[in-house]
């Protein structure tokens, strides 16, 4: 099998192909057979040695991929040699054409879902579906800001917002991004950098506010987010790159409510309702992540650079 190694932390080059023995499926583990890999931030955070998990030297980067089942270990029931599956972690690293997981990192794959849009379920999917339903308590009826809609995880939050019944205003960066909210089924689409944007999403909501932000830089975002939320509002902190200063009386002003949240730390039961809320939305079409762009393997070092360049659209996913 080929797989990306990091042996020191550094900048984007650090990670190499290498070749290494394919692996085996213990009791209760099985190994898929990777057919496309997703890239996150996240994955650049932990590869600088600057996030608060670090792996031990050498490893693999990565948590998302799709691709089949190639073996399993006794106790696996849930999945079969063959069977098509995205993964949500794993024990080895995704970046890589095989890995190792545990029975609960392995989830069927529709068939109207590719590979590639496989590898862009479980972080972004995940995270959006939290922040949204488990954490924000979002309902039909209600209005979300989905602040930074154009990635991975706003496509998927304006996807599933959309699909339960809220108003979705969801914003971007460049004009591509803005075209590919709309597409996404967001009903009002407005671009973060106007330095008015704020005015624009009060006059969407007819000066009431939103109910619900799902926030994705919220070192820049967050004070001016507390002001654009309506009565008993909820701002959810999923993405954020620094420090800010707010008022917190335009929290109390409000009722509103400031939720943070790490997709990891995420109980098992949350995560298993999660999952079967995916694997609905997967089949029955409402959603279908968004690949932008697909590059080789061993242009991992490229895709950490353009994952966090302005300008996203949706995932950007590695082929083995
Ligand atoms: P991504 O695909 O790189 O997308 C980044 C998004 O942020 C794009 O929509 C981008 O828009 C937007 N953005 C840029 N500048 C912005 C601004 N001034 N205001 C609002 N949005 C802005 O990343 P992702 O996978 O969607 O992840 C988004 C963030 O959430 C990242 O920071 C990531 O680390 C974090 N995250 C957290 C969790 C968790 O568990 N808490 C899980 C997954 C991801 P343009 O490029 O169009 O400007």
Known sequence: MQAIRVREF????????????????????????????????????????????????????????????????????????????YIAGSLTGSYASQALCTATQVHPLPDNISFAQGAGVYVPFATAYRGLFQRAKGVAGETVLVHGASGGVGTAAVQLARAAGLTVIGTAGSERGKTLVAEQGAHHVVSHHDADSAQQIMDITNGKGVNVILEMLADVNLDKDLRMLAHGGRVVVIGNRGTIEINPRDAMARDAAILGMVLLLAPPEDIAGIHAGLRAGLENGSLNPVVGQELPLADAPRAHVAVMEPGAYGKIVLIP
């Open 10 to 85: 550094g900048e984007p080059d650090v990670m190499k192909v290498e070749e290494a023995p394919d692996l085996q499926a213990g009791d209760n583990q099985i190994v898929v057979q990777i057919q496309a890999n997703g890239v996150n931030p996240v994955d650049t955070y932990i590869r600088s040695g600057t996030y608060a998990v670090k792996p031990d030297l050498p490893y693999t980067p990565g948590s998302d991929a799709a691709g089949t089942v190639s073996s399993i270990g006794s106790g696996i029931h849930h999945v079969q040699v063959g069977d098509r599956v």
